[in-house]
């Protein structure tokens, strides 16, 4: 199972959810690859020092001598997580394949070539519906839209739609959309609530019915280079994250 953790709005969660989703299925004793696919490199940065990689996914994906198993990483305190890191090159990607044929197709190409080796690999998008993020829904089998409860929590949701929708007519024709996950959620307010109710409008049952409440726990754990699970094993965030891998393993 291939998630691509997907929404071209940034800062709505894509990374601090790929990160601890897939701790939570490493914790689980499933074998999971974290794929990092943000030229930002956040996800990369929570695990790992990225400033001593001599190559990461850009070149995984540009040279075919390059295996996504040359540049794969295992993380500590968690034996079954494995990150396939990102760095600032990945921003010359859309560069690099112009003229290629077929070049959404480069990251499934190589992801293929390894997915055998593990039980789940999520792919963490960068906040645009580029070459980037339409590599990752094509390699794809399942996609997770985190959104925000905010006033603009919709916002564009109906141009992912389309590009999801479009994938699956010719790239990708078994492409799903597991679900919609709700993040920065504060119960107390009136505002989420009624956010929560026009998403559920748009995507019925396919929101979770976990969401992910805000929390400095989880705004921290980056910094220290650990999960949600190891570094506030008892916050609000590690017990919601939990429920959601659940809610992952329940809908497959």
């Known amino acids: 199972m291939i998630i691509a953790i997907t929404n071209q709005k940034g800062g709505v969660g894509k ?3 790929a990160i601890n989703l897939s701790a939570a299925l490493a914790s689980k004793g499933f074998r999971t690859l974290l794929v ?3 030229p930002q490199a956040n996800s990369s940065m929570s695990f790992i020092d990225v400033r001593q990689l001599d190559r990461a996914i850009y070149e995984a994906i540009t040279d075919d001598d390059v295996s996504i198993d040359d540049i794969t990483h295992p993380v500590e305190k968690l034996p079954q997580l494995f990150i396939a890191p990102s760095t600032i090159a990945l921003a010359k990607l859309e560069t690099r394949l112009v003229g290629e044929l077929e070049p959404h197709f480069r990251l499934k190409d190589k992801v293929d070539r390894v997915q055998d080796k593990y039980d789940y690999i999520i792919i963490d998008t960068p906040p645009t519906l580029g070459i980037l993020t339409v590599n990752a829904l094509v390699a794809a089998t399942h996609v997770m839209i985190p959104i925000q409860a905010s006033y603009f929590a919709l916002e564009g949701t109906d ?49 979770f019915e ?38 992952v393993l329940s809908r497959v």
């Open 15 to 17: 990374t601090t959810t």
């Open 159 to 207: 141009d992912l739609i389309e590009t999801i929708d479009k994938i699956k007519v010719r790239a990708n024709p078994n492409l799903q959309i597991l679900g919609a996950v709700i993040t920065l959620y504060d119960r107390r307010t009136l505002l989420a609530r009624d956010t929560r109710d026009q998403i559920s409008e748009v995507f019925g049952d396919k929101v």
């Open 36 to 38: 990092d696919l943000d």
């Open 210 to 247: 976990t969401a992910i409440s805000k929390s400095v726990r989880l705004e921290e754990s980056p910094a220290y280079r650990e999960s949600i699970f190891s570094f506030a094993p008892d916050s609000s965030g590690a017990f919601e994250y939990y429920k959601l891998s659940e809610e």
